[in-house]
């Protein structure tokens, strides 16, 4: 708890140091990532086909605020509805198949979102939707001022990221991890697992959708980078990095790759090589991601 009112602290105070843009960008993917931790982390099941929630939200979000004129609360939220009804359909048909065949199902769904997002008129193709107006949040705050901005976003991920902690912290979340350890025992007891693994997946789809949503708010833009299988491969690689089944590490995870992909992008050295470099160290010396790792030490200690 202490370290969590440590944090929170910081990152009230992160503004005044740091570029908020950034801020607001490691933000929306850590959410991203914690989102996808609460599928992969705490149910076991290997999703390969997040973008579709997150960058099918971030249209949504876009295309209301801009062409419907709404405020910028209601356009992530139907952005979010949009990323919970997307979840509700891809899970329907996914969660009957496990293993490789759940993951290569969901990036499948998430190429068709792709395609769709290429081909329908809102979109705008690859030019995507630009120029989206910010706007007056509850017809109080002005977003365009960079701090009412990163307060809203950061008020939108601690949201989040307690929704998630309360959800690992349940029963339900429980009855998860049974099922990720041995989803034939968790049968035997009673379980319906694949209500579960449903759940599971709708309520990481949808805050997955949130951070999309938000995204899209903060950048004034949705393109098609949100809905690619690069942008499902990053959200894997954030938590792997930071830890999978951990509250914090994809925090880490998706703080470290944008940290790496903003202050690299100005030098010549290649990103992805770069990035792919740590995620060999970290596999062969941090096997549970970096804040598994030192979590699983402090826990050594006597």
């Given at each position: 708890?202490?370290?969590?009112?440590?944090?929170?602290?910081?990152?009230?105070?992160?503004?005044?140091?740091?570029?908020?843009?950034?801020?607001?960008?490691?933000?929306?993917?850590?959410?991203?990532?914690?989102?996808?931790?609460?599928?992969?982390?705490?149910?076991?099941?290997?999703?390969?086909?997040?973008?579709?929630?997150?960058?099918?939200?971030?249209?949504?979000?876009?295309?209301?605020?801009?062409?419907?004129?709404?405020?910028?609360?209601?356009?992530?939220?139907?952005?979010?509805?949009?990323?919970?009804?997307?979840?509700?359909?891809?899970?329907?048909?996914?969660?009957?198949?496990?293993?490789?065949y759940f993951a290569m199902i969901t990036l499948a769904l998430?190429?068709?979102?792709?395609?769709?997002?290429?081909?329908?008129?809102?979109?705008?193709?690859?030019?995507?939707?630009?120029?989206?107006?910010?706007?007056?949040?509850?017809?109080?705050?002005?977003?365009?001022?960079?701090?009412?901005?990163?307060?809203?976003?950061?008020?939108?991920?601690?949201?989040?990221?307690?929704?998630?902690?309360?959800?690992?912290?349940?029963?339900?979340?429980?009855?998860?991890?049974?099922?990720?350890?041995?989803?034939?025992?968790?049968?035997?007891?009673?379980?319906?697992?694949?209500?579960?693994?449903?759940?599971?997946?709708?309520?990481?789809?949808?805050?997955?959708?949130?951070?999309?949503?938000?995204?899209?708010?903060?950048?004034?833009?949705?393109?098609?980078?949100?809905?690619?299988?690069?942008?499902?491969?990053?959200?894997?690689?954030?938590?792997?990095?930071?830890?999978?089944?951990?509250?914090?590490?994809?925090?880490?995870?998706?703080?470290?790759?944008?940290?790496l992909e903003s202050y690299l992008a100005a030098t010549s050295?290649?990103?992805?090589?770069?990035?792919?470099?740590?995620?060999?160290?970290?596999?062969?010396?941090?096997?549970?991601?970096?804040?598994?790792?030192?979590l699983a030490r402090v826990h050594r200690r006597p």
């Amino acid at each position: 708890m202490l370290a969590a009112l440590a944090a929170l602290l910081l990152l009230l105070a992160a503004p005044f140091a740091l570029y908020p843009v950034f801020l607001m960008k490691v933000l929306c993917f850590a959410l991203f990532a914690c989102a996808f931790n609460l599928l992969i982390g705490y149910a076991g099941l290997l999703s390969f086909g997040h973008a579709a929630f997150f960058g099918g939200a971030a249209y949504v979000t876009a295309h209301t605020v801009k062409e419907w004129g709404l405020p910028p609360e209601l356009g992530v939220l139907l952005g979010t509805g949009a990323a919970a009804g997307m979840g509700l359909v891809f899970g329907l048909l996914a969660i009957r198949r496990q293993g490789i065949y759940f993951a290569m199902i969901t990036l499948a769904l998430s190429q068709m979102v792709f395609f769709l997002a290429l081909q329908l008129p809102f979109t705008h193709g690859e030019d995507g939707i630009q120029a989206v107006p910010r706007g007056l949040l509850f017809g109080l705050f002005d977003l365009s001022q960079p701090l009412t901005m990163y307060y809203t976003v950061l008020a939108i991920f601690v949201g989040g990221f307690a929704i998630i902690w309360r959800t690992v912290h349940s029963p339900f979340g429980q009855v998860l991890t049974a099922i990720r350890e041995n989803e034939p025992r968790a049968v035997s007891l009673g379980y319906r697992t694949e209500r579960y693994k449903l759940l599971a997946f709708v309520l990481s789809a949808t805050l997955a959708g949130l951070a999309g949503g938000t995204k899209a708010i903060v950048f004034q833009l949705a393109s098609l980078t949100d809905v690619t299988w690069q942008m499902s491969g990053e959200v894997v690689l954030m938590t792997l990095l930071g830890g999978m089944g951990t509250l914090s590490g994809p925090v880490v995870g998706a703080t470290l790759v944008v940290t790496l992909e903003s202050y690299l992008a100005a030098t010549s050295l290649p990103v992805p090589v770069v990035i792919g470099c740590i995620f060999v160290v970290c596999v062969l010396l941090f096997r549970r991601g970096i804040a598994g790792e030192i979590l699983a030490r402090v826990h050594r200690r006597p």
